[in-house]
C-alpha cells in the first residue's frame, strides 16, 4: 500500500515535532515536494530543515520555490530571506517587510512565526541569521 502525500506529510511533521534532526527529514520532505511540486507548506518545510542542516542553497532554491506557490505565507518569506542572508544575496528586506505586514494583520501567523523562530533558535542556538530576522521582525 502507498502512502499518500497527507500521511508522509504529517508524519514527516510529527517526527520532527517529536526532535528528529533535520537530516533524516530532508528526504521525506523531498519525496512530498517530488509527488506534489505544487504544495507550498512541503516546499516552506524542506527549506526550514535545510536552514537548520546549513545547506543555505538548497534552502534559497526550496524558499523561492515556496514563496512562488503562495506568496502571501510569511514564513515562506522568512525562509527566503534566512536563505539570502545566508548565502550573502541582497533583496532580502522587502521579503522581511512583506512578512512583516502579513504577521501585523492576522494574530495567528504571528504566533505560528513566533514558534517557528523559538523552534528554530532552540535546535540551533548560534543561528546569527535567525537571531537577526527575530530582531527585525519584532523589535524595530
Not at 542572508?85 to 504566533?111: S, Y
Request: hydrophobic share 40%; glycine share 4%; with cysteine.
Amino acid at each position: 500500500m502507498t502512502i499518500t502525500i497527507e500521511e508522509l506529510f504529517d508524519t514527516g511533521l510529527e517526527r520532527y515535532k517529536a526532535g528528529e534532526s533535520p537530516e533524516s527529514l530532508i528526504p521525506v520532505f523531498k519525496e512530498v515536494c517530488d509527488r506534489s511540486p505544487k504544495a507550498s507548506s512541503a516546499w516552506i518545510c524542506l527549506a526550514w530543515l535545510y536552514l537548520l542542516d546549513n545547506k543555505g542553497k538548497l534552502a534559497y532554491t526550496a524558499a523561492n520555490k515556496a514563496v512562488k506557490l503562495n506568496p502571501q505565507d510569511p514564513q515562506a518569506r522568512i525562509n527566503l530571506a534566512l536563505a539570502m542572508l545566508e548565502t550573502g544575496q541582497k533583496g532580502l528586506r522587502e521579503h522581511i517587510d512583506f512578512a512583516q505586514q502579513l504577521i501585523f494583520v492576522n494574530e495567528e501567523w504571528k504566533e505560528e512565526v513566533k514558534n517557528s523562530i523559538e523552534d528554530g533558535l532552540a535546535r540551533k542556538p548560534d543561528w546569527k541569521s535567525l537571531a537577526k530576522v527575530k530582531k527585525w521582525l519584532f523589535e524595530e
